[in-house]
């Protein structure tokens, strides 16, 4: 049984957003949350025009992963 607390698609993709918009080259992020059975991902979208550089998808990976040891994915 997981002691984490469960979060909706939305509540992780608004937090991970929160901390991306925190950086200037992350501004034209987008982000989309799926998964299974509690375990989930989070993946840049790009938006028409933007392109993300290394700096912003290394930052979501370390955001994504921070936050995935600490919530799991509501059903």
Known sequence: MSLKLTKTATELESMIMAE????PACE??????????GFWLG???SRIGATLD?????RLATITDRLRRHFDLAD
């Not at 991306?20 to 950086?23: A, D, K, P, T």
């Not at 034209?28 to 059975?37: P, T």
């Not at 290394?54 to 290394?58: A, G, S």
């Open 20 to 23: 991306l918009r925190e950086h």
């Open 28 to 37: 034209s992020a987008a982000v989309v949350v799926f998964g299974a059975d």
């Open 43 to 45: 993946r840049r979208v």
């Open 54 to 58: 290394v700096e912003c998808q290394e």
